[in-house]
């Protein structure tokens, strides 16, 4: 790239130097995030009732085509967390009911075949 900025970047520039430090002022006040404070409880009690209301009618729509909701998949998920925890726990009863606790008897060595007497194996 050539050392001399294109024009856009240029323009772009001398925006940012008029705009910048005013915004930057602007936001590290205590008005701005009393203001943003605000905003997001608002926001969080407007989306909280629209929200329910959407996802009722979106869960109706679901259940007609035959699709989980996200409820249905909240109850998936902690059915299979749960079969996950009893899978281990079976897993570590039989793992314990092979493992003996004293180590198994060695099996007796066959004798050593003595002269002119064959062994009986």
Same mark, same amino acid.
């Given at each position: 790239? #050539?050392?001399? =900025?294109?024009?856009?970047?240029?323009?772009?520039?001398?925006?940012?130097?008029?705009?910048?430090?005013?915004?930057?002022?602007?936001?590290?006040?205590?008005?701005?995030?009393?203001?943003?404070?605000?905003?997001?409880?608002?926001?969080?009690?407007?989306?909280?009732?629209?929200?329910?209301?959407? #996802?009722?009618?979106?869960? =109706?729509?679901?259940?007609?085509?035959?699709?989980?909701?996200?409820?249905?998949?909240?109850?998936? #998920?902690?059915?299979?967390?749960?079969?996950?925890?009893?899978?281990?726990?079976?897993?570590?009863?039989?793992?314990?009911?092979?493992?003996? #606790?004293?180590?198994?008897? =060695?099996?007796?060595?066959?004798?050593?075949?003595?002269?002119?007497?064959?062994?009986?194996?």
């Amino acid at each position: 790239m #050539s050392p001399a =900025k294109r024009p856009w970047w240029r323009a772009f520039d001398r925006v940012e130097r008029k705009v910048g430090k005013p915004l930057e002022d602007a936001v590290a006040s205590s008005a701005y995030m009393n203001v943003m404070v605000r905003g997001m409880k608002v926001q969080r009690t407007v989306g909280g009732a629209v929200g329910r209301v959407a #996802s009722g009618a979106v869960g =109706k729509v679901l259940r007609v085509a035959q699709l989980p909701t996200r409820g249905d998949m909240r109850r998936i #998920s902690r059915e299979i967390t749960v079969l996950t925890g009893e899978v281990r726990a079976l897993k570590l009863a039989q793992q314990q009911s092979e493992s003996p #606790s004293t180590p198994a008897p =060695k099996r007796p060595e066959p004798a050593p075949e003595q002269e002119g007497v064959p062994n009986a194996d």
